[in-house]
């Protein structure tokens, strides 16, 4: 058996936010020449994915937002959605895909043909609300394959990691009343900072209190004080959860390098992180989880950060 699966579809380069726009189709392009390069992909099992179906989309989002979406992407240019974000003729498509990656990725490891998998997808999905696209994100990839796992594979409790150096908002509001997925979020957080939510107050509503967990973390935060946080708050947090299966939303933004973010992660870092959530995945939930690609835009870093991260995947 293969012990990691890996998800990439050639169309999601189709996908144009505007010109000079930090998500950008070389973001991948990086990533699949850094893997061909070190020679990592012979060892995994590739695969391409099949679009998510429009009841998968609505299964998080409103079929007014999944409509909206498809029309305007029919049109076939460029349409600005507000300051950070726009699409084009094939976000729609693309879009589907990236969240179908997912799907198929859940797939994968739920039936015990692979141990775990990594979804290399375009665009992101943390930022999008139910009704929203924001933030670089249409669909919300994570959410769409949490209710993936408990609709098709009957899993009852879904852990979400969240180390994108952005708060995941989309994904917090769709189960923030809902005790069967426990959110956890670790990002950089401060006045003017995008997109100004996940407090550490912010633990979920009505049902769903004690299963959102936000780690608000200040500029300039190291390596070690995110493992510090992974083993002194998120590990017993996940042991008293006990999650069946695990989905990380996986930014490298919080990269030393990268542009948007100011945290100081390392590449070994963010090994040393995917090993801590290997870990805990092997501790509850015989280690099935997927991870899927979230932020990251410096492209050597963001390249050498997925490798680095596939590597533990695949130990």
Not at 138 to 150: M, S
Not at 203 to 216: D, E, I, K, S
Not at 284 to 306: K, M, N, P, W
């Amino acid at each position: 058996m293969a012990r990691t699966a890996f998800f990439y579809h050639p169309e999601y380069l189709d996908h144009e936010a505007g010109l000079n726009h930090p998500e950008r189709p070389e973001r991948l392009l990086a990533i699949m020449d850094g893997l061909e390069h070190s020679s990592l992909l012979a060892h995994l099992e590739v695969r391409q994915p099949a679009p998510a179906s429009v009841q998968s989309l609505t299964r998080i989002h409103s079929p007014e937002h999944v409509q909206h979406i498809a029309r305007l992407s029919a049109q076939g240019r460029m349409v600005s959605l507000g300051p950070d974000t726009s699409l084009n003729g094939a976000t729609y498509h693309t879009a589907g895909l990236a969240a179908g990656a997912v799907e198929n990725a859940i797939d994968m490891v739920a039936s015990g043909e692979v141990g775990n998998a990594f979804c290399a997808v375009r665009p992101p999905g943390h930022h999008a609300e139910r009704d929203q696209a924001m933030g670089f994100c249409y669909f919300n990839n994570v959410a769409i394959g949490a209710r993936h796992l408990q609709e098709r594979h009957q899993i009852q409790r879904v852990a979400i990691i969240d180390w994108d150096v952005h708060h995941g908002n989309g994904t917090q509001h769709s189960f923030e009343e809902d005790p069967s997925v426990f959110f956890f979020s670790i990002h950089q957080f401060g006045p003017y900072f995008y997109p100004g939510t996940g407090a550490a107050h912010e633990q979920g509503r009505g049902p769903g209190l004690g299963y959102t967990l936000n780690a608000p973390m200040p500029p300039g935060a190291t390596d070690a004080d995110y493992l510090r946080v992974f083993r002194q708050v998120l590990r017993p947090a996940m042991d008293r959860f006990r999650p069946e299966f695990i989905l990380i939303s996986a930014g490298f933004d919080a990269h030393q390098a990268d542009p948007l973010g100011e945290i100081e992660l390392s590449i070994e870092g963010f090994a040393a992180l995917t090993a801590q959530v290997r870990s805990m995945a092997e501790d509850h939930c015989q280690g099935r989880l997927v991870s899927i690609l979230e932020g990251g835009y410096d492209l050597e870093a963001t390249a050498a950060s997925v490798e680095a991260h596939l590597r533990v995947l695949m130990a």
